[in-house]
Nanobody
Framework: VQLQASGGGLVQAGESLRLSCAVS????????MGWFRQTPGKEREFVAR????????DYADSVKGRFTISRDNAKNTVHLQMNSLKPEDTAVYYC??????????????????????WGQGTQLTVSS
């Protein structure tokens, strides 16, 4: 499975940005998708995820109410709409995929170990 993340950049606090991740190599409709982020010296942390059907989403507390994950199964793409950005959102953002056939309780999908495919990461920098 190949994942290509895009859309990162430099923005000011309070602004919005949308990340995208194009997926190929596995039927997109068979994949749960997630976004994670990482800053230097820290572990990669969960940001958001969406089930294969799009009917179930989950967010880290730090982004809940500001970020929205969505997917377009016709275009094999998952998006992360980020509003009201804060300097602490600065990180490299990674999209990730996992086979939806491997059924797991929702809480498990916050773990990066549940994902078997990763994109290359896209840098978001939020200035104050």
């Amino acid at each position: 499975v190949q994942l290509q993340a895009s859309g990162g950049g430099l923005v000011q606090a309070g602004e919005s940005l949308r990340l995208s991740c194009a997926v190929s190599g596995r039927p997109f409709g068979n994949s749960d998708m997630g976004w994670f982020r990482q800053t230097p010296g820290k572990e990669r942390e969960f940001v958001a995820r969406i089930r294969w059907s799009g009917g179930s989403t989950d967010y880290a507390d730090s982004v809940k109410g500001r970020f929205t994950i969505s997917r377009d199964n016709a275009k094999n793409t998952v998006h992360l709409q980020m509003n009201s950005l804060k300097p602490e959102d600065t990180a490299v953002y990674y999209c990730a995929a996992r086979p939806s056939a491997l059924s797991r309780p929702s809480a498990f999908l916050r773990s990066r170990d549940q994902y078997d495919s990763w994109g290359q990461g896209t840098q978001l920098t939020v200035s104050s």
